[in-house]
């Protein structure tokens, strides 16, 4: 091989789990007669090559899997996915990448049609002719659902980080503290315990902002008489995990704490409705059934949960109107809510693991 | 009105800057004889109406503004932009937009092809027929290109909270700290001044490790002997900031004082260079030229800059292949590089506001 040919080439055997995934998407590949496949999401390309630069894309290929990537993420390629041939592309558009499509011989292409725009797709179908674009959506998402030791174990770790942070919060937390320094403080703890950052933006809302599901901390400070509503997780290895519990800094408000058993009902009887072959929608009517028959029904007002792994938000729906069935290996959110607007909210969130025979609650915090 | 069609109708006047922004964006909507425009990005959302709820959208008519939402975020588009029309959904697809659409009597529907997936689109387009969908990209982030005062006001403070935490740090920082915790102090001090959180990943880079112009902080600690890259941003009233500076916590290695030398010669040039008129990639040629000249032409390898404003990256690119030309009222970021494997690395970024006659740079701490 000559020098040139050499260099952004792979070298060395993929490894494990990457080996096993990549096959996976080339048999899929097979079966859907396509000799390319596009990986445009960070996280299926994290997923399916332990390469995290942004702004990329991979394509696999029978033979080969091509980093589409830039300058800046030169060495991180080189040490992340040695295996994998690079292109340091000084534009990142979909004219440059088709030339890497035509280099390869790919003559009908693979594609998530919810991970490329519509913008991009007309590039792509202008510049890639003759190749055919093939649409299939959600294949490595699917092939995600389902975490593997390694992932579970990751998850297990972003949950750690973020309970042990919470319990440093706890022995700070004191009336007269602004939502935005509670916020801060557990963020703060979390990247010291090695969160790379929060999974998403934390949520701290005192009194009654607490009945706005998404509410953004504030200038509210936590006082003696009112619930403090606390959302947030953090992202190890680039795994998430995503908590929400109540802290009380005086005694409950007697409203809240009937709301509050209501929702914890809801949330253990959710919980227990967890196992595999059943739909995520069954799980979410357990807990909404729930709260419905204590005369909340309006007031929980968002879905049960969500899947969560390389995204906080991801494959399975845990809500009304999913077909999504629950399998071993999948972790979905649990987190009932009751708002009370002009009062407050109670919510309360754990993370739960699909196993072969029921579920295993991963998070340990006491509710 | 019955009370059935009051509710969730808009009240009152739209206020001041959205009255004037919606008046442009129905101005285009005239010209492209449109009567309805989807605004899908958040960004573009909250610039157009100032509602910041998620996972939504917006559709102007020529006589309504319509928020596409949900039950989370009922309370917070009431607060937010009560002069707006507001729609709970239940399920957050194109379907369920589509009825939005008829029911305001839409026929001809702009949308940004940046902002739509291909797998929405090809739902919008079986439910919405016989609406005619218009491809029309940029055209809200275009108008967003140049900041009005109040936009230059919230950047100003995005970059006053990045730079006094930044302060607070260098007065923190000792030998024997980590990447990690370096990153966590200083977003924690960002938070506590008022960020919603960091405006992208925090970047602390010790040693050789700032030759990755994208790292992320892991373990390393402070040393005399290195220097430390910090490139980091907060975002305050969405708005963001994006800076970069050097930390020597000893002397500078010589290799490394030459080239901060060189990468701040091409910084200060290149910001010489920013006024209206020119275009932007010549401001990138100023600062490569530099470098070049110097002999660490290969050294630097990404753009010079980029526009920022509600989004860190935003139109204008600043970079080789560019057409944008710079006007007032632009922000844009100026952070030349220089990275030698194995040895470390070197950027320094202001953030600049194109004036009329020229520019002013809008941060302030010291090189």
């Not at 619930?227 to 408000?253: E, N, Q």
């Amino acid at each position: 091989m000559s020098k040139k040919k050499r260099k952004g080439a792979g070298r060395g055997k993929i490894p494990q789990p990457y080996c096993d995934r990549i096959a996976r998407v080339r048999a899929e590949m097979a079966r859907k007669r396509l000799d390319g496949y596009l990986v445009l999401d960070r996280m299926d390309q994290i997923w399916l090559t332990g390469f995290t630069g942004e702004d990329g894309g991979v394509l696999v290929t029978p033979k080969t899997v091509v980093l589409l990537t830039d300058g800046r993420f030169d060495e991180a390629a080189g040490i992340e996915a040695p295996y994998a041939r690079k292109v340091l592309r000084k534009k990142r558009t979909p004219d440059v990448n088709v030339r890497e499509f035509k280099r390869h011989k790919v003559t009908r292409l693979g594609f998530d049609p919810g991970h490329m725009t519509v913008a991009d797709f007309a590039q792509y179908r202008r510049f890639a002719k003759p190749i055919k674009l093939v649409s299939l959506g959600g294949l490595i998402l699917q092939m995600r659902n389902a975490k593997d030791d390694g992932e579970v174990e990751a998850i297990r770790r972003a949950i750690r980080v973020a309970e042990r942070a919470f319990q440093k919060l706890q022995k700070w937390i004191r009336p007269g503290v602004t939502e935005r320094e509670v916020a801060a403080k557990l963020e703060y703890e979390m990247a010291r315990l090695g969160s790379q950052g929060p999974s998403f933006p934390t949520i701290v809302a005192a009194g009654p902002n607490a009945s706005l599901p998404h509410y953004e901390p504030g200038d509210r400070k936590a006082s003696k008489n009112e619930g403090i509503l606390i959302d947030w997780g953090a992202r190890v290895g680039w795994y998430c995990s995503d908590l929400t519990r109540m802290i009380w800094p005086g005694s409950i408000p007697r409203r809240l704490a009937k709301v509050y058993d209501i929702v914890r009902e809801a949330h253990d009887r959710a919980i227990g409705a967890v196992k595999p072959g059943v739909t995520a929608e069954a799980v979410d009517r357990v807990a909404r059934r729930c709260i419905a028959k204590a005369g909340y029904g309006p007031r929980f007002n968002h879905a049960l949960g969500h899947g969560m792994g390389l995204d906080v938000h991801e494959a399975p729906r845990v809500g009304k109107g999913t077909k999504d069935v629950l399998k071993p290996g999948t972790v979905i959110t649990i987190e009932p809510g009751v708002y009370l607007p002009g009062v407050g909210g109670v919510r309360l969130e754990d993370d739960v693991l699909v196993t072969e025979t029921g579920c295993e609650v991963l998070s340990s915090l006491p509710l």
